[in-house]
């Protein structure tokens, strides 16, 4: 059995890019479930209290905050060789950390 320790010294920002990953995924999970919740909590909101915008509101409320929460998670997210933010707030596209230029998806110091 191969031991992983030399394949995490030769690429030391794996695991970094993998948790990037994991956040950018749960801000996918969201705005894929946000439709079907919405009318759920609606649906569910007449049939409790005779209207549907509290169950909206109460939808609004979760989805969101849950999808905002991990995009500021993803936009502060922390360069895995120098520590500062790696997007730059405003640009949509970023190919490079915004402040040592390490670029994305760069698993070794050398790529
Ligand atoms: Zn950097």
């Not at 109460?58 to 360069?79: D, E, T």
Request: glycine content about 6%.
């Amino acid at each position: 059995m191969e031991s992983e320790i030399p394949n995490q010294l030769d690429k030391p920002y794996a695991k970094a890019w993998k948790e990037y990953r994991t956040h950018l995924n749960k801000i996918a999970y969201p705005v894929v479930s946000y439709f079907p919740a919405f009318f759920v909590f609606a649906l569910a909101s007449y049939f409790l209290v005779g209207d549907f915008f509290p169950g909206m509101m109460v939808a609004v409320a979760i989805w969101g905050s849950y999808a905002v929460y991990w995009g500021i998670r993803v936009i502060y997210w922390p360069c895995p060789r120098c520590g500062k933010r790696f997007r730059r707030i405003g640009v949509l596209t970023y190919a490079a950390c915004a402040h040592c230029d390490l670029p994305k998806w760069a698993e070794s110091p050398d790529d």
